[in-house]
């Protein structure tokens, strides 16, 4: 649990979302002393300190209660919730705001080579991916056999590796895909950035006060971005 008086937010230490998280935070007027080698930065002008993770581990923190807020991926979030849900861990969030950066599309591809029909060409077929949970749902929305690979890395390689069949990952410009000879196939998931809370309990009122101070800034900024 977060004891601490001083509100805890997880943001990626370094990935797509770091920049933009970190700016949004700034210009929301908390002031940052952020040294690249710490984990945690702590405002000088704001009760508030940042933990700088690994994205995958920023709903964890959020549905255990060990941070208040993070910002996170909409693919990396329901992919943790639904694993969470089946390991029978707590999975519950509440989302403060969809934020406008951070989109990406989470996406099945075939080799160029393969005669692809439609998601029924995968039926008996392995498909590479870090984001298992979400496959699986989608291949049994679409009543097919398929099996998911879990790869954490890499994963743009399984199908030359002859490790799977397909690969199912994150495709932002597509130059990835591309840089391997993999056609994008079928959308399976649309992703942006989102600021979540912990839902196992109240904050403390000197917290929520904070937060609903904030939440008006943060509508500003996005408002003057449109
Ligand atoms: C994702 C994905 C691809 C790349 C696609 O990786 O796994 O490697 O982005 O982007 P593109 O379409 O613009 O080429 P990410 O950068 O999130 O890092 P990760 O693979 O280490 O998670
Ligand atoms: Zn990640
Ligand atoms: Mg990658």
């Known amino acids: ?25 700034k ?12 984990l945690i930065a702590h405002s000088t002008n704001q009760p508030i300190d940042l933990l700088r993770v690994r994205d995958d581990d920023i709903p964890g923190l959020v549905m255990d209660g060990v941070v208040d807020l993070g ?11 639904l694993e969470r849900k089946a390991a029978g861990k707590p999975f519950e969030y509440e989302v403060l705001r969809r934020l406008d950066y951070g989109g990406c599309r989470l996406s099945i591809a075939v080799p160029n080579e393969m005669d692809y029909q439609g998601i029924q060409s995968l039926e008996g077929k392995k498909v590479a991916t870090t984001y298992p949970y979400l496959l699986e749902r989608y291949f049994k929305e679409q009543g097919i056999n398929a099996k998911a690979v879990m790869l954490q890395g890499s994963v ?23 840089a391997n000879g993999l056609v994008e196939k079928d959308v399976i998931f649309r992703s942006k950035a989102v600021l979540i809370k912990r839902a196992d309990g109240e904050l403390s009122d000197e917290k929520e006060t904070l937060v609903n ?14």
């Open 1 to 25: 649990m977060s004891n601490s008086k001083r509100l805890r937010i997880a943001v990626q230490k370094s990935g797509r979302l770091s920049d933009d998280s970190i700016a949004l935070l």
């Open 27 to 38: 210009a929301i007027g908390i002031k940052l002393n952020i040294r690249d080698r710490l």
């Open 71 to 81: 910002f996170i991926g909409e693919n990396e979030l329901e992919e943790k919730m």
């Open 156 to 178: 743009e390689v399984a199908p030359r590796a002859g490790v799977a069949d397909a690969i199912c990952d994150l495709v932002s410009t597509g130059a990835t895909l591309e």
């Open 213 to 226: 101070r904030l939440m008006p800034r943060v509508d500003g900024v996005l408002l003057a971005k449109e």
